[in-house]
T-cell receptor, first 114, second 112 residues
Framework: NAGVTQTPKFQVLKTGQSMTLQCAQD?????MSWYRQDPGMGLRLIHY???????DQGEVPNGYNVSRSTTEDFPLRLLSAAPSQTSVYFC?????????????FGSGTRLTVV | AQSVTQPDIHITVSEGASLELRCNYS??????LFWYVQSPGQGLQLLLK??????LVQGIKGFEAEFKRSQSSFNLRKPSVHWSDAAEYFC??????????FGTGTRLTVIP
């Protein structure tokens, strides 16, 4: 089925470890984005991309890196995990024409940093 | 800045009662507006969206929302709530960069 695929679904990291959250979409959407969800704060934008080779910061970018080498993939890297990065992470994609497909979200990655 | 706000953090209703969840927006032009639902431990599911045209929008699971420009609101309604509607509900709207700005959410508890 077409959509956004996130891996892994669950992850536990130790403080200082690094890891990459994977996100892939097969809808040929130009836009991709990463959000984190914390209780009482809704979903907040971390980084986004408007096309291959183009990324930009969102509301809460510190501690995260992204790259977009292909249209399909948009990985999120934590270089040195901190307990404050314990959260649920969602990847999303959308086309330039919002009326066409709207936004498609992955199923999320629940990350715990101890 | 463009934004949406959800004034109610938590709402409790009895099963079978009607429901209205509030969402206020702050945009210059007519915005696109979305409502999402998230059941515990699950991802986001789109309930409905408003782009233009008819201000009363029908969604899935018996939900509807009405866009009211005069009140800057896009409230979500359901005439009769079911226990399975217990979840968290998010109002959202695109920013200038086409990313979604989410409200902080309203948690719905349904009493049998």
């Amino acid at each position: 089925n077409a959509g956004v695929t996130q891996t892994p679904k669950f992850q536990v990291l130790k403080t200082g470890q690094s890891m990459t959250l994977q996100c892939a979409q097969d809808m040929n959407h130009e836009y991709m984005s990463w959000y984190r969800q914390d209780p009482g704060m809704g979903l907040r934008l971390i980084h986004y991309s408007v096309g291959a080779g183009i990324t930009d910061q969102g509301e809460v970018p510190n501690g995260y890196n992204v790259s977009r080498s292909t249209t399909e993939d948009f990985p999120l890297r934590l270089l040195s995990a901190a307990p404050s990065q314990t959260s649920v992470y969602f990847c999303a994609s959308n086309s330039l024409d919002l009326g066409k497909d709207g936004y498609t979200f992955g199923s999320g990655t629940r990350l715990t940093v101890v | 800045a463009q934004s949406v706000t959800q004034p109610d953090i938590h709402i409790t209703v009895s099963e079978g009662a009607s429901l209205e969840l509030r969402c206020n927006y702050s945009y210059g032009a007519t915005p696109y507006l979305f409502w999402y639902v998230q059941s515990p431990g699950q991802g986001l599911q789109l309930l409905l969206k408003y782009f233009s045209g008819d201000t009363l929008v029908q969604g899935i699971k018996g939900f509807e929302a009405e866009f009211k420009r005069s009140q800057s609101s896009f409230n979500l309604r359901k005439p009769s709530v079911h226990w399975s509607d217990a979840a968290e509900y998010f109002c959202a709207a695109p920013t200038g960069a086409n990313n979604l700005f989410f409200g902080t959410g309203t948690r719905l508890t349904v009493i049998p």
